[in-house]
């Protein structure tokens, strides 16, 4: 009677250890698979920092070129005697776009600065998705601020045309501005509506997968029988 209880405790452990060592190896390769998820997605973060530091950076530098005309028209252009209500829009209009342009420029220096450092040294491993969700936040207020900073501009130029040129010279180049203007703003409601994006930054939806097909399809160890 011994041998048969000795053959039957070697079938259960021939049956039993293979599907046990074939149920550790797809835990770890569940484990390998969602560490390289994570690693990937990183990655991604990381080059969509770059881009939205890179965006900022080029329109900082445009924006500086626009107060840099802003604030030469405030100190040029004597509008003493001129009609004082067109004089007064046009003085406003350019100090406006020459306020936004300094926001934009000094607002996209810090974030661009900070950004990339909050991401590099963070305490924590979500630091770079921090970064990447707070620079994405700041750059709406930087693009609003520079809308502001251009539209200002084009409506003190159409001002200082009234004010400096003939009336029908001053007519076409308010028609002229004008339909530069709201082709601008077309422009960017079709470009808006285009390439609109809808992020959703849930790491842990990405790392934190449960396979549930794979493990619909895993194999289960039958049943022992006993002897």
């Known amino acids: 009677k011994a041998l048969p209880r000795a053959g039957g405790g070697r079938a259960r452990a021939r049956g039993g250890t293979p599907w046990r060592w074939a149920r550790s190896m797809l835990s770890a390769d569940r484990a390998a698979l969602r560490s390289q998820v994570a690693q990937s997605y990183l990655q991604?973060?990381?080059?969509e920092l770059d881009l939205h530091v890179q965006n900022l950076t080029a329109l900082a530098t445009e924006l500086a070129?626009?107060?840099?005309?802003?604030l030469g028209g405030l100190v040029d252009v004597d509008t003493t005697d001129k009609n004082p209500f067109l004089s007064a829009g046009f003085h406003l209009s350019f100090?406006?776009?020459?306020?936004?342009?300094?926001y934009v420029l000094t607002q996209g220096v810090h974030v661009t600065i900070f950004a990339p450092t909050l991401a590099l040294r963070g305490e924590t491993p979500e630091a770079v998705a921090e970064a990447l969700q707070g620079l994405r936040e700041e750059r709406i207020i930087v693009y609003q601020a520079s809308s502001i900073g251009i539209w200002s501009f084009g409506i003190g130029t159409a001002l200082v045309a009234w004010l400096l040129m003939q009336l029908w010279v001053a007519f076409v180049s308010n028609l002229i501005?004008?339909?530069?203007?709201?082709?601008?703003?077309?422009?960017?409601?079709r470009v808006n509506e285009r390439f609109h994006l809808t992020f959703k930054d849930d790491l842990n939806t990405i790392t934190n997968m449960r396979f549930t097909s794979a493990d619909a399809k895993a194999p289960h160890p039958p049943p022992s029988q006993s002897s």
Do not use: D, K, P
């Open 44 to 47: 991604i973060q990381l080059r």
């Open 65 to 70: 070129v626009v107060a840099g005309f802003a």
């Open 95 to 102: 100090v406006i776009s020459l306020s936004a342009s300094l």
């Open 177 to 189: 501005i004008g339909g530069v203007l709201a082709l601008i703003y077309h422009a960017r409601m």
